[in-house]
């Protein structure tokens, strides 16, 4: 500590340790918060449902998308981003995940929300196997913090059947 | 040996660049000592010129120690109860200049004990001894030179 430019070090250092260990404990202090989030889409419309040049499977649907995402946000995160996946099996895949909409809930105000549109991306098989076929919808969310871990979850909303055969 | 002081106290100009060269000086040369009579009085020039004291360094990393563990502490638990990320990362902020302002200048308070040097009159009566070819015969007639 024997000169201005050694003690500015050691104070910089010092001081950049100290905020590392802030943010750990902060990114910490995440994990004993418990959410109870709620969700519900509806399928309001099959828009159209098609079979491509190419042979795979397309359909358009419009939902309605309502959740309480509220009690997710703590003090140190900065955005939820939210998507909704379909999911079902065929006899190819075990598990095919088709992501239909996603937006980003900026903070605490916009987590209680309602929307209603069609979906965002398309939804393509893979193959030809979505006559008839049951899926389900999944909501999922990934919890962005403003330091630190971040945490993922879902939750699953089954029983939505697609249409016997094309319109 | 008056007119080795004149030019002593005349050429600041060498006296300062070799103590900002000899920095951890610890030899008893009397070009390493502080220069007691040529700084000027102002706090804030003091601080610019002399370096901080042994004690003074180790009071002043321990100062800077307990500063930082006490702003960080005391961000974290104002932004934790507050739920604002932000008022944590300022009171931090501010508590890390504070901490800069009160350690890394050598204020004079740092300097309370400085390290006495030889006086130069004394320094010319014990010359240093030679480094090369020392036989036991001059070593020790320096020895009773320097007991004198």
């Known amino acids: 500590m024997h000169s201005f430019g050694y003690r500015a070090n050691a104070v910089l250092t010092f001081g950049v340790t100290m905020l590392a260990l802030m943010c750990f404990l902060a990114s910490l202090s995440d994990t004993f918060t ?6 519900e889409v509806k399928i309001l419309n ?5 079979k491509q040049a190419n042979g795979n499977d397309e359909v ?7 959740a309480d995402l509220s009690t997710l946000f703590t003090w140190n995160t900065k955005q939820v981003f939210v998507f909704v996946a379909a999911e079902y099996e065929t006899p190819q895949n075990a598990l095919n995940q088709v992501s239909l909409w996603d937006g980003i809930i900026p903070s605490k105000e916009h987590a209680k929300f309602w929307i209603h549109t069609t979906n965002k991306y398309r939804f393509v098989d893979q193959g030809s196997n979505l006559k008839g076929k049951d899926f389900n919808l999944t909501l999922h969310w990934h919890i962005m913090p403003k330091t630190g871990k971040m945490f993922a979850d879902k939750i699953v909303m089954t029983g939505y059947r697609l249409p016997e055969e094309y319109r | ?3 080795m002081k004149q030019k002593y106290r005349t050429d600041l100009s060498l006296s300062l660049a070799v103590s900002q060269k000899d920095r951890n000086c610890s030899t008893q040369s009397y070009l390493c000592r502080g220069d007691s009579h040529v700084f000027p009085s102002s706090p804030v020039l003091k601080a610019r010129i002399n370096e901080m004291d042994w004690q003074g360094q180790k009071h002043a990393e321990m100062l800077m120690q307990i500063f930082l ?26 508590g890390v200049v504070l901490t800069v302002l009160v350690t890394v200048p050598n204020w004079p308070y740092f300097n309370r004990h400085p390290l006495k040097w030889l006086d130069p009159s ?27």
């Open chain 2, 1 to 3: 040996m008056a007119g």
């Open chain 2, 122 to 148: 004394e320094a010319e009566k014990h010359p240093k001894p030679q480094v090369s070819n020392i036989t036991s015969s001059s070593s020790s007639k320096k020895k009773a030179s320097k007991n004198k």
């Open chain 1, 34 to 39: 418990v959410p109870t989030t709620s969700a």
């Open chain 1, 46 to 50: 099959i828009n159209w449902f098609q």
């Open chain 2, 69 to 94: 563990v006490f702003s960080a502490v005391a961000a974290f638990g104002a932004g934790y109860l507050m739920r604002d990320f932000r008022l944590m990362m300022l009171i931090y902020a501010g």
């Open chain 1, 60 to 66: 358009s649907l419009t939902l309605n998308v309502s």
